[in-house]
């Protein structure tokens, strides 16, 4: 399935975005569709870290597979019968940053792959990275 790419320009300086787009526990406060998050792995975040994010009824795993701050990490999750992996970046752009996050989904189950959850996914991810800039635009 082709991947889903989305962009959000920020004036604030790559530093800066990276400490809020980097900063798991606080998403409920900036993501609407996150009503909870739980950081599983005690100690720094860093590859490795395991959390669990409250989608509504629906928990999702996740697990971040590559750490290199301040620019990217990736991130590896399993829910409704799709595995996932998304990459986010900060790009510098000028003075401002630009956060980029690219999200590859694969169904893993016949009901997955018989239903489609992954386009259900992909546009909860699209809604989560349109309301999380606006409801954050002055720290992000």
Known sequence: MKPLLCTHRS?????????????????????KAITKVEIV????VGSGTRFREWRGHQVVD??????????????????VGTE?????????????????MEVHVRPQT????????PISLMSKVGEVLRE????HRRGC
């Open 132 to 135: 999380g800039p606006r409801r």
């Open 84 to 100: 996932f992996t998304s990459e986010i970046r900060c790009v510098p752009d000028g003075p401002g940053t630009r956060l980029e």
């Open 110 to 117: 016949f009901g997955a792959k018989l239903l489609s959850p």
């Open 41 to 44: 792995t005690p100690g720094p």
């Open 62 to 79: 996740m697990e971040v597979a590559a750490w290199s701050p301040p620019r990217s990490y990736s991130l590896r999750g399993y829910a």
């Open 11 to 31: 004036s604030a300086p790559p530093d800066r975005t990276w400490a809020v787009a980097s900063d798991f526990a606080q998403a409920p406060g900036r993501i």
